[in-house]
Nanobody, 113 residues
Framework: QVQLVESGGGLVQPGGSLRLSCVAS????????LAWFRQAPGKLRESVAT???????NYADSVKGRFTISRDNAKNTVYLQMNSLKPEDTAVYYC???????WGKGTLVTVSS
């Protein structure tokens, strides 16, 4: 069984930055794609960014140029660097292995002045 634990969320002003981390345990994930999703209040969960096992990346149009996904296989960890944050980025952010039932419990990001 894989456990995913996110951290790094919090309250930040518009234009600010945060770095989210997601540590996996129970299995080495170096051969898996990893992804960040988010769910804003009253909205459906949406994909934010994905990183392949070969380190290729994909981003939602809404975050391109502002967010960067990365991974450290030695630490079994995936990161999401979020810059130039906007109020519409407010959401609970989850990490997951796409196509699996492995999800973290999420970390709340609130962008507000």
């Amino acid at each position: 069984q894989v456990q995913l634990v996110e951290s790094g969320g919090g309250l930040v002003q518009p234009g600010g930055s945060l770095r989210l981390s997601c540590v996996a345990s129970g299995r080495a994930l170096s051969n898996y794609h990893l992804a960040w999703f988010r769910q804003a209040p009253g909205k459906l969960r949406e994909s934010v960014a994905t990183i392949g096992s070969g380190f290729s990346t994909n981003y939602a149009d809404s975050v391109k140029g502002r967010f960067t996904i990365s991974r450290d296989n030695a630490k079994n960890t995936v990161y999401l660097q979020m810059n130039s944050l906007k109020p519409e980025d407010t959401a609970v952010y989850y990490c997951t292995v796409p196509g699996s039932s492995w999800w973290g419990k999420g970390t709340l990001v609130t962008v507000s002045s």
